[in-house]
């Protein structure tokens, strides 16, 4: 079983920059890959970034590439979501979430159905 909590969200101007974690309570949280998603109201859940269990690999939806950075740290159980140049439409509720990977590939996963285990969501709200 896996807990994640996510927190650092907030409020922020169009521009500005904020910091997401998500703290794991697990046995052995290099056995995951980890992902985060988002959801604006009214809408579906969609991908952000991803970071296999080394961190050697990551992954980021187009529309956050060069903005945003996805970083873990094992020793801490802990992932990182930095989110620089915030637009308006980064409003959502982001979530984190953990996938299982036996057999330490590094292949990363985008849709949300195949991910195990998620977090209560962290809102973030960005004003133009």
């Known amino acids: 079983q896996v807990q994640l909590v996510e927190s650092g969200g907030g409020s922020v101007q169009a521009g500005g920059p904020l910091r997401l974690s998500c703290a794991a309570s697990?046995?052995?949280?290099?056995?995951?890959?980890i992902g985060w998603f988002r959801q604006p109201l009214g809408k579906g859940r969609e991908f952000v970034a991803a970071?296999?269990?080394?961190?050697?690999?990551?992954d980021y939806a187009d529309s956050v590439k060069g903005r945003f950075t996805i970083s873990r740290d094992n020793a801490k159980s802990t992932v990182y979501l930095q989110m620089n140049r915030l637009k308006p439409e980064d409003t959502a509720v982001y979530y984190c979430?953990?996938?299982?990977?036996?057999?330490?590939?590094?292949?990363?996963?985008?849709?949300?159905?195949?991910?195990?285990?998620w977090g209560q969501g962290t809102q973030v709200t960005v004003s133009s």
């Open positions: 697990v046995r052995t949280f290099s056995n995951y890959h």
């Open positions: 979430a953990a996938d299982r990977v036996p057999s330490r590939t590094s292949v990363l996963r985008t849709r949300p159905d195949l991910y195990d285990y």
């Open positions: 970071i296999s269990w080394s961190g050697g690999n990551t």
